[in-house]
């Protein structure tokens, strides 16, 4: 059964049955999370870096940003089961537009905006795919962890 | 290199625009114009008429009052809404359809042409643009060139990719080299094809901005931006990715900043969730 995580969106789930998907990153970035005890998995599709662009909006829609959607993500996956020592890490999105500098590189701001967060709570993040020009999607089978990532054009590759 | 005069044949296969749209078109052109004009022009095409009420009545209005004729359509929705709507409703065919050269699923062009369309519209009125619907309508349809050019894309795919991931070409300026037409150009072509004005046949041939527009420069620019935000939110993106270029100048000259990217990424994407997807 696949669940599908929409735009500025997030789903946890314990159902071994379930494939969390997020279709078309584009700029945004989909992180996958997994504790393989637990058995418990969780993608979230954030678009933007910082809520401090609209914290009214970042209430309402905590997933729509990096700063309030990663720890959504972790204290939903938690709730679950989920710790935070188990958990494998998986970020792929971040693309950009050819010669998209400075502050509009909207891809490259979200991609610093996880790294940061996760760097300053002691999670690392096993495997990324992120920037460049491509679209991408990724999904992750709850069951076991197996997560796949499909690039536009070029197919969809198990990690 | 393909036969361009072939590839050009294959507008006669697109459904054509029906007259009510072109009619609608100019009617919101002209400042002369009224309600009953336009509700004139629409109700004697049943089919338009009947999905103009469907998506009057529809959730996302919210009206509290059911809507039965285009007149009230028109007095609840405002004309420049129903002008939308009818120009929606008869460009979605063309639109729906899978491109498998672009790697897009049924419906994928479709979404990013409407989101497209709807960002182009926010723009516009953010800049108090006086050609709205003009601006709308090209968004919409700009990328009517990648139906036909889809072929010729999957038959080539290697080649175009292979000089946007090592010569750091476009995947237009690639179709261009490859192909011989670019889905830009082959798109105004379309337009000219279709009667459509000067304008919007620039506006489309031009929306990736490969050089200085002479007519229509405020009007691209707006649809360019917005097609630029669209590949920022992957909604509906392909194969072709994001490998279009950046002009920053082109955003600062409108006086845009990265804040005001992200606050209309961020308004889109609730009118997303609640209408398209």
Redesign the interface.
């Known amino acids: 059964m696949s669940l599908i995580v ?3 969106d997030m789903k946890v789930s314990d159902d071994t049955e379930a494939t969390l998907v997020t ?6 970035i989909g992180v996958a999370i997994y504790d393989a005890v637990a058995r418990v998995g969780g993608l979230l599709h954030y ?2 870096p910082e809520s401090s ?2 914290p009214e ?1 970042a209430k309402k ?1 905590p997933f ?1 940003f990096a700063d309030t959607g990663i720890p959504a993500l972790f204290k939903a996956a938690y709730k679950l089961g989920a710790k935070k020592q188990r958990m494998k890490v998986i970020v792929a ?1 971040g ?10 590189n ?2 490259k701001r979200n991609d610093a905006a996880i790294r940061k967060m996760l760097h300053r709570n002691n999670v690392i993040i096993d495997y990324n795919d992120v920037g ?4 991408r999607t990724i999904k992750l089978a709850v069951n076991n962890g197996d997560t796949w990532i499909k690039v ?3 197919g969809e590759k198990k990690i | 290199m393909s036969d361009i005069k072939s590839i050009i044949k294959g507008i006669d296969k697109l459904k054509p625009i029906p007259q009510v749209a072109s009619k609608v078109m100019s009617i919101a052109r002209d400042p002369e114009s009224s309600m009953s004009d336009l509700s004139k022009v629409i109700v004697f095409d049943t089919a338009v008429t009947a999905n103009l009420l469907k998506v009057a009545n529809s959730a996302y209005f919210g009206l509290h009052d059911k809507v039965d004729s285009v007149h009230q359509a028109i007095v609840h929705l405002g004309m420049d809404q129903v002008v939308d709507l009818v120009v929606i409703s008869d460009s979605s065919e063309n639109l729906k359809s899978a491109q498998e050269g672009y790697d897009l699923n049924a419906g994928d062009l479709w979404k990013y042409s409407v989101s497209s369309a709807l960002i182009a519209r926010e723009l516009a009125e953010k800049k108090e643009a006086n050609e709205i619907n003009l601006i709308f309508t090209a968004a919409l349809l700009k990328d009517i060139g990648k139906v036909i050019l889809n072929q010729y894309v999957k038959d080539s795919f290697d080649k175009i990719n292979a000089l946007v991931t090592e010569q750091n070409f476009t995947f237009r300026e690639a179709e261009k080299k490859v192909i011989g037409i670019d889905h830009a150009e082959l798109g105004g072509m379309v337009a000219e094809n279709w009667d459509f004005s000067p304008q919007m046949v620039e506006i489309i041939r031009n929306h990736h901005l490969p050089q200085k527009s002479s007519i229509s420069e405020f009007e691209s620019s707006i649809v360019y931006i917005a097609d630029t935000i669209c590949m920022m939110m992957g909604i509906g993106v392909g194969s072709d990715g994001l490998a279009y270029r950046f002009h920053q100048e082109v955003v600062e000259r409108l006086s845009l900043s990265d804040r005001d990217f992200q606050k209309v990424i961020s308004v889109f994407v609730k009118s997303w969730n609640r209408s398209i997807r």
Not at chain 1, 95 to 104: P, R, S, T, W
């Open positions: 929409g735009v500025s279709y078309s990153l584009g700029s945004c678009m933007l662009l609209d909006k829609n729509m999105g693309a950009e537009i050819l010669d998209q500098k400075g502050v509009f909207i891809g460049g020009v491509v679209n536009s054009g070029k």
